[in-house]
């Protein structure tokens, strides 16, 4: 079992940075596909960036590229996600999550079909962001 600890989250003014952390409890990110998903209040938890165990291939929502970078550390077992030009909409629960397959989770959001939470084996517990306006 894989346990993942997010961290990072705050409140921020729209335009600011934050970077959220998910430290995880033994090797993890070498070995699996990994990402970020966020939940508003009253929303669906949606998708925000994966990377793949190779960190070779990223991939991130329309509504964050180009402001978000997801990375990992494997020497220290860490997933970041890097938040630039930060928008109140931005504001959520941010939650680490690795396990599922990048490829077939890329291949459903290309085509416009929401990703199957279901096959995703690891959840961290969430860190809160607020970004005011």
């Known amino acids: 079992q894989v346990q993942l600890v997010e961290s990072g989250g705050g409140l921020v003014q729209a335009g600011g940075s934050l970077r959220l952390s998910c430290a995880a409890s033994?090797?993890?990110?070498?070995?699996?596909?990994a990402g970020w998903f966020r939940q508003a209040p009253g929303k669906e938890r949606e998708f925000v960036a994966a990377i793949s165990w190779s960190g070779g291939n990223t991939y991130y929502a329309d509504s964050v590229k180009g402001r978000f970078t997801i990375s990992t550390d494997n020497a220290n077992n860490t997933l970041y996600l890097q938040m630039n030009s930060l928008e109140p909409e931005d504001t959520a629960v941010y939650y680490c999550?690795?396990?599922?397959?990048?490829?077939?989770?890329?291949?459903?959001?290309?085509?416009?079909?929401?990703?199957?939470?279901?096959?995703?084996?690891?959840w961290g517990q969430g860190t809160h962001v607020t970004v005011s306006s």
């Open positions: 999550a690795a396990g599922f397959s990048f490829a077939n989770m890329v291949a459903r959001l290309r085509v416009g079909i929401s990703p199957f939470l279901g096959q995703v084996r690891f």
């Open positions: 033994r090797r993890t990110f070498s070995s699996y596909d």
